[in-house]
């Protein structure tokens, strides 16, 4: 059975780099056709993809994103990885991981893990 789960720190400081990791069991992050994906939901906000890394480790992000987020992995612990800079309170959110066969579908999720931006 494929599981994602997401850890990290609930609460961040503006200014600083949120940090999650998604360690995934029952799937192989290498395994060829899968995109990893992180999103996100603000509150009282629709869900946002910020961006994916694929399974030859090419990384894709949201334009609106981009200059912020980097995504990586570590085959060798099986997980892949989120890094938001210069957070604002706006990046407030409840941050999931995600295994699709594109970008855009996903078929198994990480239990969402809530995130507050706050000083």
């Known amino acids: 059975q494929v599981q994602l789960q997401p850890s990290g720190p609930g609460l961040v400081k503006p200014s600083q780099t949120l940090s999650l990791a998604c360690t995934v069991s029952g799937s192989s992050i290498t395994t060829t056709i899968y995109y990893w994906s992180w999103l996100r939901q603000p509150p009282g906000k629709g869900l946002e993809w910020m961006g994916a890394i694929g399974s030859g480790g090419a990384t894709y992000y949201t334009p609106t994103l981009k200059s912020r987020t980097s995504i990586s992995r570590d085959t060798s612990t099986n997980q892949f990885s989120l890094q938001l800079s210069s957070v604002t309170p706006e990046d407030t959110a409840v941050y999931y991981c995600?295994?699709?066969?594109?970008?855009?579908?996903?078929?198994?999720w990480g239990q969402g893990i809530q995130v507050a931006v706050s000083s």
């Open positions: 995600a295994r699709g066969r594109d970008l855009y579908n996903y078929d198994f």
